[in-house]
């Protein structure tokens, strides 16, 4: 019973060039629309996050879009750089709240 | 303030075996939750807690077992290891709800192979 389907699977992106990845949710209750951030060896960790009360959120290059009618969300790294290669989760939690679901994960490549 | 510390950080199992995962965190979280990670599965939720005594099952818990008699510890023990349990398993705690309501902090993982 998937919940959050992220895209894509995987991106390569230019250094400088902007890269978006894409979460979209089924249950309308979900009230915090986390992205995670993980580095090869490492746990995740939270990289930012939105209420849906607001649509857009920055924090410094990076950007989370909340679109509520379509029950999606996205995140924008502007300038992207070497560093930022990752993979990132967006999450979210089930009826029950307790049980959070995370997307597939999408593996972010900067090329220098 | 270690945060969330795993142990042990690599282990290899033979089919049959079982073994405990160790997990604590020195944040005084009500919420801890185990995840294993496999490649293009994303992280799956096995078990979690929102306090000392209770835990429930998350989506995928057949062949785990956990207890949480402390806040600060919420072990996983696998019953009779399978070749279908290799995978990075990770250990998370929050101060409310899971990962989808509030931020969580994750421990470094562990990595078990079963043979």
């Known amino acids: 019973q998937q919940q959050v389907k992220q895209s894509p699977q995987s991106l390569i992106v230019q250094k400088g060039g902007i890269s978006i990845i894409n979460c979209a949710y089924e249950?309308?209750?979900?009230?915090?629309f986390p992205w995670y951030q993980q580095f090869p060896g490492k746990g995740p960790a939270l990289l930012i996050a939105i209420r849906p009360d607001v649509s857009e959120k920055k924090e410094g290059r990076f950007t989370i879009s909340f679109n509520k009618s379509a029950k999606q969300f996205s995140l924008h790294i502007m300038d992207s750089q070497p560093g930022d290669s990752a993979t990132y989760f967006c999450a979210a939690p089930n009826t029950g709240g307790f049980k959070t679901i995370f997307g597939a994960g999408t593996r972010l490549f900067v090329k220098a | 303030n270690a945060g969330v510390t795993q142990t042990p950080k690599f282990q290899v199992l033979k089919t049959g075996q079982s073994m405990t995962l160790q997990c604590a965190q020195d944040?005084?979280?009500?919420?801890m939750s185990w995840y294993r990670q496999d490649p293009g599965m994303g992280l799956r939720l096995i078990h979690y807690s929102v306090g000392a005594g209770i835990t429930d099952q998350g989506e995928v818990p057949n062949g785990y077992n956990v207890s949480r008699s402390t806040t600060e510890d919420f072990p996983l023990r696998l019953l009779s290891a399978a070749p279908s349990q290799t995978s990075v398993y990770f250990c998370?705690?929050?101060?409310?709800?899971?990962?989808?309501?509030?931020?969580?902090?994750f421990g470094q993982g562990t990595r078990l192979t079963v043979v």
């Open positions: 998370a705690s929050s101060y409310g709800g899971g990962a989808g309501n509030t931020e969580a902090f």
């Open positions: 249950n309308t209750a979900f009230d915090y």
């Open positions: 944040m005084n979280h009500e919420y």
